[in-house]
């Protein structure tokens, strides 16, 4: 008969056998007792073997692994929420497949967790690769850099109790693609679970280079986060610049779409897009920088769009 495992490791994956085949290695180096843990692996109906990959690495793993296929891609929230319901264990820990953990941590997770039985959720240390910021890395990469807890619950490194993924109802399933583990954090909060310190469960975060049309999706799934703002004040509080506008840049970007618009009638409104030129990150001085301009000039006009259209939907203004 096997003993309840102290924690069971979620791993949601979709198309990256390769990485999921790493973390599943660097999970063995844990220095928790292998009999104390297991991992569930979500494949996300993958076309590159990933399930058949958990299959044949199983018997050199020392800790119990099983994988979970579904046949139709849902996105991340489902993938959780399949595996916390099929895991054994009371503390349940999150972790994306674009990640590498330290030994320590699930040791350190549950070490915050059995400091106080009211918490109800610990988000880890997210940190990038050592040589981040000594090489030049492409225009359009995509990092998690979480150094201290973030209102944004990201769930590429956070432990729930299992008691408080029950009372929250989980990652919230109609947003699957983004803001879903905000959701699920700050819902817990409201059910009256506290937040624990979870510095010491520290997890390395793969550079991904994504292209700007990847951040022009993101962008207009941004527009999640404006309905979230009303159902969870303290996130509005922490997470915007201010309580009427997400991103410091959103001003700037909000008047040049206004002053274009003028423009057909008054041309000197044009100079209204000037804050938004000199705010820019990087400047329209040449053939290259100028692609980038624009590029960035797209992806920051589809957040206002979807900011606009969820303020509509939702009754509240927000830029």
């Known amino acids: 008969m096997q003993l309840q495992p102290a924690v069971s490791v979620i791993v949601p994956t979709c198309g990256r056998s390769g990485r999921c ?15 104390n843990f297991e991992v569930v692996v979500v494949d996300d109906a993958s076309d590159d073997g990933t399930t058949e990959m958990v299959e044949q690495l199983r018997p050199s793993l020392p800790y119990r692994v099983k994988a979970l296929r579904l046949e139709m891609n849902s996105g991340p929230a489902v993938a959780r929420n399949v595996g916390w319901r099929a895991s054994d264990a009371k503390i349940i820990a999150f ?14 997770g549950l070490e915050s967790m059995a400091a106080d039985s009211n918490v109800g959720v ?17 225009r359009w990469h995509h990092i998690q850099d979480l150094p201290t807890f973030s209102p ?18 989980g990652f919230h399933e109609g947003i699957s693609w983004w803001g879903e583990d905000t959701a699920l954090g700050w819902e817990v909060l409201k059910q009256g679970w506290r937040r624990g310190n979870g510095s010491g469960s520290v997890v ?48 700037p970007t909000a008047l040049a779409v206004l002053a274009i618009a003028c423009a057909l009638r008054w041309r000197p409104a044009l100079l209204a897009t000037l804050p938004y030129v ?42």
């Open 278 to 319: 000199f705010t820019a990150k990087t400047k329209p001085r040449g053939p290259r920088s100028l692609r980038i301009f624009i590029e960035q000039a797209v992806v920051d006009c589809t957040r206002l769009a979807g900011h606009v259209l969820a303020s509509i939907e939702h009754g509240v203004f927000v830029l």
């Open 21 to 35: 085949q790493r973390l599943l290695t660097a999970l063995s180096d844990q220095n928790l007792q292998p009999a």
């Open 122 to 138: 610990v988000q880890g240390r997210t940190v990038p690769p050592a040589e981040y910021h000594t090489t030049v890395q492409p």
């Open 95 to 108: 972790i994306d497949d674009d990640c590498v953990p330290d030994k320590n941590w699930l040791s350190a």
């Open 204 to 251: 390395v975060h793969d550079v991904s280079e994504r292209g700007w049309r990847w951040y022009v999706h993101a962008a207009w799934l941004e527009r999640n986060l404006v309905g979230l703002s009303l159902a969870y004040p303290d996130f509005r509080l922490n997470a915007f610049w201010r309580s009427w506008a997400f991103h410091r840049n959103d001003v």
């Open 152 to 169: 944004y619950f990201e769930a590429c490194n956070i432990f729930y109790r299992k008691a408080a993924l029950i009372s929250a109802g």
